[in-house]
Nanobody, 123 residues
Framework: QLQLVESGGGLVQPGGSLTLSCKTSGDTLNMYSIGWFRQAPGREREGVSCSLRAGGTMNYADPSKARFTISRDNAQNTVTLQMNNLTPEDSGIYYC????????????????WGQGTQVTVSS
């Protein structure tokens, strides 16, 4: 069974950047699509970005502005989410999740989840 552990969250000022990491273990990463999701207090969970197991990426948060970049290193069992020009609306708990199929912005399609890492964007 795949395990996922997120890291890299923290407090950052508006306009700043953060890099989140999702470290996987227990199975082969290249068998899974990995999605990043976030949830803010009082709001529904939403998809942020996704890395397809066969290659390619999907961006759900601000796709036209390309503030978020997802990448994966299968050899290191790690998926990274680079977040730039952050705003307070980006605050929340960020989760990575794994799916044996493709990407989907609906987290209900994902089988395995990490515990999350807190991102706070505030001055």
């Amino acid at each position: 069974q795949l395990q996922l552990v997120e890291s890299g969250g923290g407090l950052v000022q508006p306009g700043g950047s953060l890099t989140l990491s999702c470290k996987t273990s227990g199975d082969t990463l290249n068998m899974y699509s990995i999605g990043w999701f976030r949830q803010a207090p009082g709001r529904e969970r939403e998809g942020v970005s996704c890395s397809l197991r066969a290659g390619g990426t999907m961006n759900y948060a601000d796709p036209s502005k390309a503030r978020f970049t997802i990448s994966r290193d299968n050899a290191q069992n790690t998926v990274t989410l680079q977040m730039n020009n952050l705003t307070p609306e980006d605050s929340g708990i960020y989760y990575c999740a794994a799916n044996r199929g493709g990407c989907n912005r609906d987290g209900a399609w994902f089988e395995y989840w990490g515990q999350g890492t807190q991102v706070t964007v505030s001055s």
